[in-house]
């Protein structure tokens, strides 16, 4: 069975930091690109990072970049999101995403909220 497990989210003032981790299983972890993606309240659901687990090349939204950093740690399975400079419009619930043929895998989110 396959299962993305995020952790990580919270509460932090804007300008800090947090980490997020997405933790797979149930496939093989090194052949799949993961990506994470936000939703904000009343807003679309939108494309934050990916990375290539085979060669880790990165893709960043550029409303992100300079900010974020996606890494991954193959011998956990686990991708990571390091979120600073953290700003109130990056208020969301955060999904870890991972396509595997035709079929869409999620997380189930975690929330992170950024106070003014």
């Known amino acids: 069975e396959v299962q993305l497990v995020e952790s990580g989210g919270g509460l932090v003032q804007a300008g800090g930091s947090l980490r997020l981790s997405c933790a797979a299983s149930g496939f093989t972890f090194d052949d799949h690109d993961i990506s994470w993606f936000r939703q904000a309240p009343g807003k679309e659901r939108e494309g934050v990072s990916c990375?290539?687990?085979?060669?880790?090349?990165?893709y960043y939204a550029d409303s992100v970049k300079g900010r974020f950093a996606i890494s991954s740690d193959n011998a956990k399975n686990t991708v990571y999101l390091q979120m600073n400079s953290l700003k109130p419009e990056d208020t969301a619930v955060y999904y870890c995403?991972?396509?595997?043929?035709?079929?869409?895998?999620w997380g189930q989110g975690t929330q992170v909220t950024v106070s003014s």
């Open positions: 995403h991972a396509r595997l043929g035709y079929l869409n895998y």
């Open positions: 990375i290539s687990s085979s060669d880790g090349r990165t």
